[in-house]
């Protein structure tokens, strides 16, 4: 199903994933990581329910488990000591906090980068780096025709070899290596014909012309400058905030946390609003989808 | 107005032997529909990449070709890149980008046209080609047509004026080429663009031309409009490829330069010509199978690539019996491939058996291939493993003995001994895929697959690989193809079969099957089935003809 989210312009989407992976990576904030824990679990399960199950079972649980018993096994710093390990090694608490916060980062880093792969597609990726490198896009968009091209040709040289007793796996191994290697050369001598012919077929359109123009399919709509200036006005400010040192944390030697005031909230605030964005606009376009079938 | 001029135009590659054009003259006025047709290996190729200095091969060259009264090299190239257009054989190779709409705006991006004017030629071209549906496709999930309708598009959306095609319909099949070719003719009709088109396949593309010229070991040796050309090769072995009613009617005594050229002229031909006389009684000649064993039988094969993925074989039943040619039609995706692929145990079924030679596949192993089964791939080019012919096909000789004889014998057989020393790479199409063949032939299979082995074939060359397949079903070699071409199934197969959806649905003996179709037939069946319902080849139909 589309989202909305997909909609956006690749440059605010850029933007927000910029924002949001920069403080999840940089910042181990009990506040602000579980923020953004619970704005990318969200977004993770309504962009690909089904997907995004599977990998939570399969690779975040396990990394945050991971994170959370490595920690104390290997870190002893902190005051609050909870017991002695058999070679005399001090389990604190603040080691287990640490363990657990990081853990949950991990997490929240491996579930955006889920959404980020979903949202990304080769095209936007190519737009964002054609902005600034215009070649390099055609490029990639080239070698992203050739990969799969390649491929099924691979397979296809495979079974050819194969069908005519010239397989790669043949049980004598000078046989094997033979074959093995016919098949690369193959592969070498059609992968430069493919590519001569398909030089040919640039040039027939007229690529090397001077004055080459660079063809963008997406629009930036009022809608698309609004979400940009909102997510960069309370990212800054969510930043700046963490820079002043208005919201800060310790972990070590003790754990202490920033007190909490009118300030400190309005900044929490702010962030769970610029996290949870996208969601709120998933959210709210298919509540309005849905009030305007039910007036029907 | 002529739009190219061409004059004594001779060429030579470096390492050939003969001219591949000897002393060409041509002119192609402005609006026309242009058909160049010829013998696979005449220079039909060659002499249009000569009209678009970006392609023009290197080699020995003389005389001068003119575009629009200024010779061609001093066009500048933004102009030719403009406005001549130029679609290529391989609907794949020539697709530069990974999605439709870019591979829709590269043209237009290298002639530096703004924005909003690329926005709108997309967008025009998408809606004229029927493309808005996969505009946002990758191209690898495109099936062969619609790469090639993409790559027409992405010609047509700089606006040229003339547009060149290298047979660009032989890798599709029949349908998908039909409907190539419509979209073509559209362009011609609605926008007066010069078209001039390459193909070997004249079924389709030769009522709808306004002028054909044939070539024959590049020189040009008739040049004219449909009634003219086929007044002038009349005699020509060349005329074998003339479409069908074509065929039919000049041997019924069709008046000159009022010949049929299409299934509906023929059947009023037919009409005229049969009026007053009297229908032989129906009679079929029912194929009585010998009762000879079922060399390769699948029963109730199922398979699919991904687990999550459609099912492409749905319970797929097919007997093949020894020393029968069995043909598979069925258009493109309907899982011939596959089919072939499961055949072979190439690839796995998850439910169902195949056995070949009362063996299960699985059960083979390696000593299946090359002495039992040999196979002739889709794409020839995956065969060849060195840098010249004779060396590939040398190499799989199994035993040493004779292995001059036999390489000579049957590079006689497939018409190959002229080009021995060459790269497989640089022979044309049907060149590739006759060595391609050779090859497969030369490991003595008792079975042969081959996936469309005659794409890329003219007539002579098909009548050629009928003689090979006559005489190997005669030394007992059984022969399971699978192929888009009707005519040729229709003439040689002992037994068809359609696939379609997964599965097989028709199969029967090759009489039964085509007259019990009435769209999925041969043209002569077409024409003819009002009075001879069962006849299906162009000789069939024929012989009634005269003999009633």
């Known amino acids: 199903m589309k989202n909305q989210f997909e909609n956006w312009h690749p440059l605010a989407q850029f933007v927000y994933f910029v924002l949001i992976f920069g403080i999840s990576v940089f910042v181990m904030h009990p506040v602000i990581t579980g923020i953004t824990f619970v704005s990318a679990i969200t977004l993770g399960v309504i962009i690909d329910r089904k997907k995004f199950f599977k990998m939570l079972f399969c690779l975040y649980i396990p990394a945050i488990i991971i994170g959370i018993i490595i920690n104390p096994l290997f870190s002893h710093e902190g005051v609050s000591i909870l017991w002695y390990f058999p070679d005399g090694n001090p389990l604190t608490l603040e080691s287990i906090i640490y363990g657990i916060m990081s853990g949950i980062m991990i997490g929240s880093i491996f579930t955006l980068f889920f959404s980020f792969n979903k949202i990304m597609t080769s095209d936007r990726i190519m737009y964002l780096t054609g902005c600034i490198f215009p070649h390099i896009s055609l490029i990639i968009a080239m070698v992203l025709r050739f990969i799969p091209e390649f491929k099924y040709h691979l397979s296809e040289v495979l079974n050819a070899q194969k069908c005519i007793g010239k397989g790669i796996n043949e049980k004598n191994v000078f046989n094997k290596i033979k074959n093995a290697c016919a098949v690369m050369q193959i592969m070498a001598t059609w992968a430069f014909e493919s590519s001569v012919e398909k030089s040919d077929s640039m040039r027939a359109r007229g690529y090397g012309l001077y004055g080459r123009s660079r063809y963008v399919p997406f629009k930036i709509t009022k809608r698309d400058i609004i979400l940009i200036t909102a997510m960069i006005i309370t990212g800054s400010i969510v930043i700046y905030s963490l820079c002043v040192g208005n919201i800060y944390v310790w972990y070590y030697p003790y754990f202490k946390i920033n007190e909490s005031g009118g300030y400190v909230y309005i900044v929490y605030f702010l962030y769970a609003v610029m996290s949870m964005l996208p969601v709120f606009d998933i959210l709210m376009e298919e509540a309005v989808w849905k009030s305007l079938q039910s007036k029907i | ?548």
């Open chain 2, 1 to 548: 107005m002529e739009v190219f001029t061409i004059e004594n135009l001779t060429f030579k590659y470096p390492q050939g032997k003969n001219y591949a054009l000897d002393n060409v003259n041509l002119k192609v006025n402005k609006g026309e529909f242009l058909l160049i047709c010829g013998k696979s290996g005449c220079g039909k190729t060659t002499l249009i990449k000569h009209m678009k200095a970006a392609l023009a091969p290197a080699g020995e060259k003389s005389g001068d070709i003119y575009y629009n009264g200024t010779l061609l090299c001093d066009v500048p190239e933004r102009i030719q890149a403009q406005e001549i257009g130029y679609v290529m054989q391989s609907p794949d190779s020539q697709i530069v980008t990974d999605k439709v709409w870019h591979e829709l705006a590269f043209g237009l991006e290298n002639l530096g046209y703004k924005n909003s004017v690329i926005r709108i030629r997309v967008a025009e071209m998408a809606s004229y080609f029927g493309i808005q549906n996969w505009f946002h496709k990758d191209v690898k999930e495109l099936s062969g047509g619609q790469k090639q309708i993409l790559n027409l598009a992405s010609i047509m959306a700089v606006q040229p004026e003339v547009i060149i095609l290298d047979e660009p319909t032989s890798q599709l099949c029949n349908i998908a080429a039909q409907e190539f070719l419509a979209l073509l003719k559209r362009i011609h009709e609605e926008l007066g663009i010069t078209v001039i088109i390459v193909e070997h396949r004249l079924e389709n593309v030769f009522p709808m031309c306004d002028r054909v010229v044939v070539m024959d070991k590049g020189k040009i040796i008739s040049s004219g409009n449909l009634q003219q050309t086929i007044h002038n090769i009349k005699d020509n072995e060349f005329f074998d490829a003339m479409p069908v009613p074509v065929k039919i009617c000049t041997a019924l005594g069709a008046p000159e330069y009022k010949v049929p050229v299409n299934v509906n002229e023929g059947r009023c031909f037919l009409e005229k010509y049969m009026a007053g006389k009297n229908l032989p009684k129906e009679s079929s000649t029912h194929y009585i199978g010998c009762g000879r064993d079922n060399i390769i039988e699948a029963s109730d094969v199922w398979f699919r690539y991904d687990k999550d993925g459609e099912d492409v074989l749905k319970g797929l039943n097919l007997n093949v019996e020894k020393g029968s040619l069995t043909c598979v039609l069925g258009g493109n995706g309907t899982g011939k491939t596959t089919m072939l692929y499961t055949l072979c145990g190439l690839l796995k079924p998850y439910r169902g058996k195949v056995t070949v030679k009362g063996k299960n596949v699985k059960k083979w192993g390696n000593g299946l291939y090359g002495k039992v089964i040999g196979m002739l791939p889709q794409n020839p080019t995956a065969l060849f493993r060195r840098d010249n012919v004779y060396e590939d096909i040398s190499e799989c000789i199994i035993d040493g003995k004779n292995a001059d004889k036999k390489i000579e014998e049957i590079s006689r057989l497939l018409d190959i001994t002229d080009i021995l020393d060459m790269h497989p790479y640089d022979l044309s199409g049907g060149e590739q895929q006759r060595c391609a063949l050779a090859k497969v032939l030369l490991t003595e299979p008792e079975i042969l697959i081959l996936d469309e082995p005659t794409k890329g074939f003219d007539g002579f060359h098909k009548r050629k690989l009928a003689e090979i397949f006559k005489k190997l079903l005669n030394d007992g070699i059984t022969i399971l193809m699978v192929s888009h071409d009707i005519e040729f199934c229709a003439e040689y197969a002992d037994r068809c079969a359609l696939c379609f959806d997964g599965g097989i649905t028709v199969s029967g003996d090759v009489t039964e099957f085509f007259s019990g179709n009435s769209f999925y037939t041969t043209s002569a069946n077409r024409m003819a089935r009002e009075y001879f319902p069962y006849a299906v080849t162009a000789e069939e139909v024929k012989e009634l003809c005269i003999t009633t």
